[in-house]
């Protein structure tokens, strides 16, 4: 998943004495809503959340007996092998030649041509620079990729998800679960509190990074799977919570590869203050917690605003403010604004030399500031200028950006809900939808945006708190509504909820029922 952030808080730290489970994925926002919410039932059988089309059960949710949520881990599964081609009728692989798998496929285009494609497969995978291009030298690159193996028993996994009544049924389901490997979060009525991630993650040989396209000879081939037993895990810590948000999530040594890259740690730095903060937390703290805005990017910011110096009369005024201001990423907040796009102009810094996307990263961006990076010399200009200089002048940029009047962060942040078709043509004004928000990439209510534009495709998809004390006090919320259909009044109804922070009750029985719909199979 893009991003999300979940967490569960053991009894000894909740005002009911049993667990609290929290969970929101982030993914793209559109419309129809990603996720449906249903309660299933069925004899011995009874579990409720979001659903997913195509898979047969709850995705993220509780049963009567057990609570569950997921983010993304991040695991690396994917592998690039560059093959010795032979004449394109075969290539090389451990010392002979292999012949080529090939598929054709036929897309049908309505209104156009079919669009006929050659595909070509090998050990590894399937040859993708015959679509992406050959790499330099022209030999082809084949894919190594987990979720591209033939047995997949994903939907197995959640079934017995669906069914677990205790941690011990609930990581059996999961040894049946391949990818995309997921941070799972567990609580029980019990009390018991857990983490798994579960996953299909690669044994490379020494010196095999996963980072590099790699000789596809055979010399670097995986050595099968982490098995089972050494998947990371952990059941009833000693802190009382447990908390991931694409965060590192493995101990110092532990011993197998997951990945070499994770998010920024700031969201789940927050939500562990957030924990912190209380001897006892209540479900109503929690559903406080999913929707915090507070900025640890400005925390982190904060003293390079306040080490300016030399500045216009105008970018003072605003520094000053700017250092007056609780750093909380409200859509109502001016100040926002003006953080927010000074923060963007600064990770224009080094575009030309090494990347924009590399410096929209704060630990490296604040790095560079701290250390003095020759980068923050400007070449067009004869003055040598310093870090300093340079997040000077990025402020002035900001603030020309923005004109004499900055607009409240609500006015140009806003979550877009775009149609995949309709969007396109004269009837996205009766589909598409467009809300203020607030929050920022770093903000536990996660509000990434398009540097240009401050508009926010990805966001909370999903939001649910289970109250194991009483599953019936549960809530859940997603953006949009139940329907896809733009006649219907429930299109997009939830999605005032969603903006506003509120929730539907996550009941399983003594909830009213308004129409019932049966349906049986063909005979």
Request: a negative charge; proline letters at 8%; hydrophobic letters at 35%.
């Amino acid at each position: 998943m893009e991003a999300s952030n979940n967490w569960v808080i053991a009894g000894s730290r909740t005002t009911t004495g049993k667990p609290l489970l929290a969970d929101d994925p982030h993914l793209g926002l559109g419309v129809p809503s990603l996720w449906y919410l249903a309660h299933l039932e069925a004899p011995g059988y009874s579990a409720i959340g979001a659903t997913l089309p195509g898979v047969p059960g709850v995705v993220i949710g509780h049963n009567d007996r057990i609570a569950w949520g997921v983010t993304n881990v991040g695991a690396d599964v994917q592998d690039l092998y560059v093959l010795e081609d032979s004449a394109s009728s075969g290539y090389r692989y451990k010392g002979r030649l292999e012949p080529y798998r090939v598929r054709n496929e036929v897309i049908k285009v309505k209104g156009e041509p079919d669009v006929a494609l050659k595909v070509r497969e090998t050990v590894y995978g399937p040859v993708i620079s015959d679509v992406a291009g050959d790499v330099p030298g022209g030999k082809p690159l084949a894919l190594r990729w987990t979720a591209l193996d033939p047995q997949d028993r994903l939907l197995e996994a959640f079934a017995g998800i669906n069914r677990a009544k205790n941690w011990a049924e609930f990581t059996e389901a999961l040894s049946l679960y391949s990818t995309p490997s997921q941070n799972f979060v567990y609580a029980d009525v019990d009390g018991n509190i857990g983490y798994v991630a579960p996953g299909k993650f690669p044994i490379r040989k020494p010196g095999h990074t996963g980072l590099t396209p790699v000789p596809g000879d055979g010399s670097l081939d995986w050595q099968g799977y982490v098995p089972f037993e050494r998947w990371a895990r952990v059941l009833n810590p000693k802190e009382g919570f447990i908390v991931s948000a694409n965060n590192r999530v493995l101990p110092p040594g532990y011993p197998n590869q997951m990945s070499l890259e994770w998010a920024e740690p700031l969201r789940a730095e927050r939500i562990r203050q957030l924990i912190l903060a209380k001897p006892k937390l209540s479900l109503e703290d929690v559903q406080a917690m999913q929707q915090d805005q507070y900025s640890l990017l400005y925390r982190d910011f904060r003293p390079l605003l306040q080490a300016l110096s030399a500045l216009s009369e105008r970018a003072s005024a605003w520094k000053a403010r700017l250092l007056a201001w609780d750093g909380n990423m409200r859509p109502d907040s001016v100040e926002a604004t003006v953080f927010q796009t000074w923060y963007t102009e600064l990770t224009r810094l080094p575009a030309k030399e090494v990347g924009q996307e590399f410096w929209d990263e704060p630990r490296y961006l604040l790095r560079a500031m701290q250390s003095g990076d020759p980068n923050c010399d400007q070449k067009e200009t004869e003055v040598v200028e310093g870090c300093l200089d340079y997040a000077a002048l990025a402020l002035d940029a900001a603030l020309d950006r923005l004109g004499d009047n900055p607009p409240a962060w609500g006015s140009v942040h806003r979550a877009v809900f775009d149609h995949p078709i309709l969007t396109n043509s004269p009837l996205r004004r009766f589909s598409d939808r467009k809300v203020a928000f607030g929050g920022d990439r770093y903000t536990v209510n996660v509000g990434p945006y398009n540097a240009k534009t401050f508009e926010q495709t990805h966001g909370p998809s999903y939001r649910h708190i289970v109250d194991l004390a009483d599953l019936n006090n549960s809530r859940f919320i997603h953006p949009m509504g139940q329907s896809g259909n733009l006649l219907s009044a429930q299109f997009d109804d939830l999605l005032p909820l969603w903006q506003k922070g509120t929730y539907l009750p996550m009941r399983t029985e003594d909830y009213p029922v308004r129409e019932r719909l049966s349906l049986e199979p063909g005979r």
